[in-house]
Structures are given as C-alpha cells and as structure tokens.
C-alpha cells in the first residue's frame, strides 16, 4: 500500500497570498492526483500528473518523481479557493488503487 | 448534466437496519468504486468493480455487499447497519481501474448517520 502525506493539515491565509500544499508518497508511482472537496462535500478532480508540472488557471501542480513529492499551488488566492485540498497515488501490485491524504483545509480570508 | 449522480443524500438508520446507497454514472466508464470518508481520514475504498459483471474487496469491505448492476450503476448495501458505518459514502468512476492515466468523477456523497 502507499503511503500518502499531506502538509499542511490545516492553512489560513489572506486573499492574495500565494498557497503551497505538499504532497509526498512511499511508493514510486506513474502518476498522482490532486482533488478538490468543496465546503458542501463535492468532490473535483484536480489535476493527474505524471512528471513535470500542470497549469489551470491560478493552480499549478509539480511532481518530482524521484523524491516521491507533490506540491499544489495557488498564486492569488480567493475566498473561493477555500477547500480541503486532497492528493492521491496509486499503490502498489495489480489492483492498484488510489490511496488518498488525509486532506489539507485551506482556508483564504478575504 | 454528465456525471455520477448517488443517491440518497442523507440517511438516519437505526442499529441492524438495512439500506441500499445507490450510483449511476453516465459516461460509459468502465470502473466504478465506493469509498467511505471519515473526519481525519483519506478516502478509504471499500469495494470496486472493474468492469460490469466484476467486483472486487477494497481496504474495508466489511460489514457491506455490492453489486453491479449493469455498465452504469454501482450500489452499495448495508445489510445490519452498525454505528461504525457512520460515514460519507462517495461513489466514483473512471475509464477504468488502472488509474495513473484516467481521472476520477464523484458522486456528491451520502451522509449515513446510524443511531
């Protein structure tokens, strides 16, 4: 199984601060998933990156494969980004499932 | 709008009541899950099915049945409802279950209460 870490648990910041949220894993993977759970519980995919980084709008996401991390970051960040912000890998053997963090809430303060 | 509809989206059970959490998705994926979320926890997945016809025993199966009913629709069943299976259950999909090139789509959850 993969184990996934996410930091920080929690995060408070003011609009317009630029937000990092890490993301690390214990076993090598092809690919990992950033998600999105909505104050009302929805639940969004992100981003799915397999190297380098990934851009959408004011969201970027890096992977370093060899380090096994994930980073999520949001420049100008909005009341509207506050979210739990949950990333995910896939474990090991032939099933293969996602294993998600534990989740990290942001929230932005206008 | 396309997407994974789950319902219903509260529940209060009693202890040793059954119920049946039902998911459609309508975007001919393959693969279809259950999972369970719980404060301070990741989503944990408690049964998958790969492709219709096929199911599978995620990391806490215990305690519920599933059944896949045709490509679209997944549901889940509490036979004897107990207070540990008080949760949010999401349903998911994806083109299928070897996940490092597809994305996931989620239903809006179910918020189960048993008393």
């Known amino acids: 199984k993969n184990e996934v870490e996410q930091s920080p648990q929690n995060l408070t910041a003011q609009e317009g601060e630029f937000i990092t949220i890490n993301c690390s894993y214990s076993?090598?993977?092809?690919?990992l998933h950033w998600l999105q759970q909505h104050p009302g519980g929805g639940i969004v995919s992100l981003f799915m990156?397999?190297?380098g980084k990934k851009k959408h709008g004011r969201l970027i996401a890096t992977i370093n494969i060899q380090e096994k991390h994930s980073s999520l970051h949001i420049t100008a960040s909005h009341p509207r980004d506050s979210a739990v912000y949950i990333c995910?890998?896939?474990?090991?053997?032939?099933?293969?499932?996602?294993?998600f963090g534990s989740g990290t809430q942001l929230t932005v303060l206008p | 709008n396309a997407g994974v509809t789950q319902t219903p989206k509260f529940q209060v059970l009693k202890t040793g009541q059954s119920m049946t959490l039902q998911c459609a998705q309508d975007?001919?994926?393959?693969?279809m899950y259950w999972y369970r979320q719980d404060p301070g926890m990741g989503l944990r997945l408690i049964y998958y099915?790969?492709?219709?016809?096929?199911?599978d025993k995620g990391e806490v199966p215990n305690g519920y049945n599933v059944s896949r009913l045709n490509k679209r629709e997944f549901s889940l069943r509490l036979e004897s409802a107990a207070p540990s299976q008080t949760s949010v259950y999401f349903c998911?999909?994806?083109?299928?279950?070897?996940?490092?090139?597809?994305?996931?789509?989620f239903g809006s959850g179910t918020r189960l209460t048993v008393v």
């Open positions: 998911a999909s994806s083109w299928d279950r070897w996940t490092t090139n597809y994305g996931y789509t």
């Open positions: 099915s790969a492709s219709e016809g096929t199911t």
């Open positions: 995910a890998a896939p474990g090991s053997g032939s099933a293969r499932q996602l294993t």
């Open positions: 076993v090598g993977i092809s690919a």
């Open positions: 990156l397999s190297s």
């Open positions: 975007m001919n994926h393959n693969s």
